[in-house]
Nanobody
Framework: VQLQASGGGLVQAGGSLRLSCAASDRSFSRYATGWFRQAPGKEREFVAAINWSGGSTYYADSVKGRFTISRDNAKNTVNLQMNSLKPEDTAVYYC??????????????????WGQGTLVTVSS
């Protein structure tokens, strides 16, 4: 499956952005999907994930209460609504997916397919 992330941009602190991850596979409803981010000079870190049905979601502590992950399987997309953005949210955001059972939604190693990334810049 090919993943295409979009929706990044420049926003002031306190603002909002909505990222989208579009999949090429019409069976995308079978994939668990996650968002990760990588700031300059830092390792890629987990942000949020959602299981195949959308019934279970997972968030990093740093984004809980501010970010919401959702999916629209009819459109083969997973979205990340980001509110109350902070300068420390500045990073390249990547969507990732894997089909079937995932043991650890928080680990990069659980995801086989990755999108190209979209840059989010939050100014103070």
């Amino acid at each position: 499956v090919q993943l295409q992330a979009s929706g990044g941009g420049l926003v002031q602190a306190g603002g909002s952005l909505r990222l989208s991850c579009a999949a090429s596979d019409r069976s995308f409803s079978r994939y668990a999907t996650g968002w990760f981010r990588q700031a300059p000079g830092k390792e890629r870190e987990f942000v949020a994930a959602i299981n195949w049905s959308g019934g279970s979601t997972y968030y990093a502590d740093s984004v809980k209460g501010r970010f919401t992950i959702s999916r629209d399987n009819a459109k083969n997309t997973v979205n990340l609504q980001m509110n109350s953005l902070k300068p420390e949210d500045t990073a390249v955001y990547y969507c990732a997916a894997n089909i079937g059972y995932i043991n650890d939604f928080y680990s990069r190693l659980s995801y086989k397919y990755w999108g190209q990334g979209t840059l989010v810049t939050v100014s103070s």
